[in-house]
């Protein structure tokens, strides 16, 4: 009689650091309820005054909150005196995620007590918890710079600040031609360049691109041309003037009946030259910086191009220093964007947020969408993954590793200028040390994320910009430590999780 040897069944592994980053999730989701359950409750959402039980829950949701507290510190002591004896994992991860949690705690109490006590507190609150957001946003733009290049080549371009700041020059320069070219006003030249721009882009649409690519593909194939792709051919000039008259006639007609939309296409089409030429300077000035500063010491040791890094950012000070002076820029406000939004809060009074903020907000994260579909979805992004994991095995796989190293400087370039413009477009004056502090801040964001990790330069940026802006008001400071709060923030993450919140990607097994 054969025996059937029946294999055994592996019960699944508890994860103590797994189990208490879901823990801190849920302590986070938990307390921007109770944020928000208490802003509809002081704002007379749920009616003036509101019902008793509204009151109710939300301390419910405040006792669950210290609930949480309680029971993690309990599991974190359990998992610690195992850990202790086991010395299988870290407890230093256990350690940020349980910090995290009382942060948490404590911030949503403290928000809590001021939209109930002081609802004129709160709007100043928001208010600086918007720009925190708006900087953050513009922080997490610089810090994927920093990110990418550390990922490509585990290297920190501490010349990235003044990649930016050339980013910020060339976005000023773009608009004082744009204003020159016109009445002496950003919208007079926005018209002027949208006069010309938007019948060229509609006429290029109204050409039968997808026609001219397969016919030149089946022509590169057959060696002859075929009639339909022949009549393609020599009918898109008349296509295309078709589009510029139908661009150039929507254009006259929105500004002689409707001006406001009038108002805003130009004005669109001006901050978009504006940034695109802050954004192509700054790649231009990468392309340089990588040829000559960086890739003859690719193979040195890592102190080298660090050194060579901190050399190119002075070399870049010094150059816009001469070539610029030391008189700061100021970029002009386009009219529609002078004002503010205001939302109103219902008791608590009414929000005042910058029409440049959102502007700032919904452009960083347009970017930071477009550099995750690059990475995630295209034929180089794929490029770019291999050549971080390891060039060699990439090169000999007949990647061009050059090719893709420059790629990646141009692209954080590229998301650096744009945060450099968006800068000036918020009103921040430009000099030659302009890309020093938010580099620096930049950079911090990066680490506090997870250096190299894309996710966690994100996530770092914004964290950051909220905790300058609140952090002072929370603790009652002045808000000149602001930088004081956020470093030493830092310090207590690197303590407790070197790698930043994140992770770090060069920790990743390599392929």
Avoid at 352 to 368: A, C, E, P, Q, W
Avoid at 438 to 455: E, M, R, W, Y
Wanted: with cysteine; glycine share 12%.
């Amino acid at each position: 009689m054969t025996t059937v040897a029946v294999p055994e069944t592996t019960q699944p592994t508890f994860d103590p650091i797994k189990a208490s980053g879901q823990f801190l999730l849920v302590a986070i989701v938990l307390g921007f309820f109770r944020i928000g359950w208490v802003i509809g409750e002081s704002s007379g959402l749920f009616g003036s005054p509101p019902d008793s039980w509204i009151g109710d829950f939300s301390a419910l949701l405040g006792g669950t909150m210290y609930g949480l507290a309680i029971v993690g510190l309990a599991s974190f002591v359990e998992v610690y005196r195992r850990q202790r004896s086991d010395a299988n994992q870290p407890i230093a991860p256990l350690i940020l995620n349980y910090f995290g949690i009382v942060l948490m705690l404590a911030f949503t109490e403290r928000v809590a007590y001021v939209a109930e006590t002081n609802p004129q507190d709160f709007i100043v609150w928001a208010g600086l918890g918007v720009n925190g957001v708006i900087r953050g946003g513009v922080y997490a733009l610089i810090a994927l710079g920093y990110t990418l290049v550390y990922g490509i080549l585990f290297m920190i371009n501490f010349a990235h600040g003044e990649v930016m700041m050339f980013g910020a020059y060339a976005g000023y320069l773009a608009m004082m031609f744009m204003i020159d070219g016109g009445a002496n006003t950003f919208e007079s030249g926005a018209a002027q360049l949208a006069t010309f721009f938007i019948p060229v882009i509609i006429g290029i649409m109204f050409l039968p691109l997808e026609s001219f690519v397969n016919g030149y593909s089946h022509r590169e194939q057959t060696n002859f041309q075929t009639p339909s792709w022949l009549f393609t051919f020599f009918s898109s000039p008349m296509r295309f003037f078709v589009g510029v008259a139908i661009g150039y006639g929507a254009l006259v007609g929105l500004g002689g009946y409707a001006p406001h939309v009038y108002l805003l296409v130009i004005t669109v089409v001006g901050i978009l030259f504006v940034v695109v030429c802050g954004m192509i300077v700054s790649m231009l000035l990468s392309i340089v910086l990588e040829r000559v500063a960086y890739r003859p010491l690719r193979n040195a040791p890592r102190l080298a191009p660090l050194i060579s890094a901190i050399g190119a950012s002075f070399f870049l000070q010094q150059v816009a220093l001469r070539m610029f002076g030391p008189n700061r820029k100021a970029y002009e406000s386009p009219q529609l964007l002078a004002d503010n939004f205001r939302i109103g809060l219902g008791d608590l009074g009414v929000l005042s947020v910058s029409k440049v903020g959102v502007l700032v907000v919904i452009t960083s994260f347009l970017l930071m969408l477009l550099l995750y579909i690059i990475v995630q979805r295209t034929k180089i992004g794929k490029a770019m993954r291999a050549v971080s994991q390891d060039k060699e095995t990439s090169a000999l796989m007949g990647i061009d590793v050059d090719r893709v190293i420059v790629f990646t400087f141009m692209l954080g370039a590229a998301l650096a200028g744009a945060a450099g413009t968006l800068l000036g477009l918020r009103g921040e004056d430009i000099d030659f040390k302009f890309g020093f502090t938010p580099g620096i801040k930049a950079f911090t964001a990066a680490v506090l994320g997870g250096i190299g990790n894309i996710p966690g330069a994100m996530f770092g940026g914004l964290f950051l910009g909220i905790v300058e802006a609140l952090g002072p008001q929370m603790l009652g400071f002045e808000f000149k430590w602001q930088n004081v709060i956020a470093f030493s923030l830092l310090v207590i993450v690197i303590i407790f999780r070197p790698t930043g919140i994140f992770g770090d990607v060069s920790q990743i097994k390599k392929v």
